[in-house]
């Protein structure tokens, strides 16, 4: 458990929430940069003939910047359920043959689930559907399954890093791919950890689950900011 996951840390950012006061944080202390410190450890971290998993790809604005940098000798995987996200995700890599597409949802277990359409425009709050969700959200049935299982079937390569973005579904996708995550091949995986969402889904210590998995497979531990969460192995 480090200080972001501990009690009294969870605890104050339960009852800040409501007052608007985490984001004003937030904004306060990386003097508007949120999310351009996690870039640059990314980019950092990806180097020519890498394989690269981008889970919950979006629109492709990571995978894209991903591709250019494995260069053709690596590879990059990207993970997209919405059918309205995938259609620019699609557009927006055509002709990348270092790209692969996979138009399902990684879990913990394998069939359908609900995916509720995120409302902003570029759709990146889009989530599978979870306890407390408002199911007033467009929604749609899309295909899961279990990062080990594209592994073991061959479908995909083990990565050596992983980004994953899956707003409140992020311990379900670590939970599916344990046997990937204890590969020496992987080296580097950046989580964003949404406290609010798992919280509301029933997994109120889940930043602390997730901190405590990624131990047990022999990974260091490091918060780029107050959501994002990178593991690292040497």
């Known amino acids: 458990m480090s200080l972001i996951t501990s009690p009294l840390a969870m605890t104050l950012r339960s009852a800040l929430r409501p007052l608007g006061v985490n984001r004003l944080l937030v904004r306060l202390l990386d003097g508007g940069r949120y999310e351009a410190k ?3 450890t990314m980019v950092s971290s990806i180097s020519k003939g890498d394989i690269v998993w981008d889970i919950g790809a979006n629109i492709g604005l990571y995978t894209k910047r991903f591709a250019e940098i494995v260069s053709p000798e690596g590879h990059v995987y990207a993970f997209e359920p919405s059918t309205k996200n995938l259609e620019v995700l699609r557009t927006a890599v055509a002709g990348i043959e270092q790209v692969t597409i996979f138009p399902l949802a990684l879990s913990d277990s394998a069939g359908t689930v609900v995916f509720l359409q995120g409302v902003d425009e570029a759709g ?18 899309v295909e899961r399954t279990l990062g080990d299982h594209l592994v073991a079937m061959q479908a995909a390569k083990v990565p050596t890093v992983i980004k994953i973005d899956v707003e409140g579904h992020e311990l379900q996708v670590l939970e599916g791919m ?7 091949d992987v080296k580097h995986v950046f989580i964003e950890v949404h406290f609010r969402l798992l919280q509301e889904q029933g ?19 490091d918060w780029i900011d107050a959501s994002h969460l990178h593991a690292q192995r040497s």
Not at 124 to 141: H, P, W
Not at 203 to 221: V, Y
């Open 203 to 221: 997994h109120a210590d889940g930043p602390a689950e997730i901190e405590r998995l990624m131990r047990s497979l022999g990974m260091k531990l």
């Open 178 to 184: 344990k046997s990937v995550l204890s590969s020496d």
């Open 38 to 40: 996690l870039s640059e």
């Open 124 to 141: 990146s709050l889009s989530r599978v559907a979870g306890k407390g969700d408002n199911q007033g959200l467009q929604t749609e049935i």
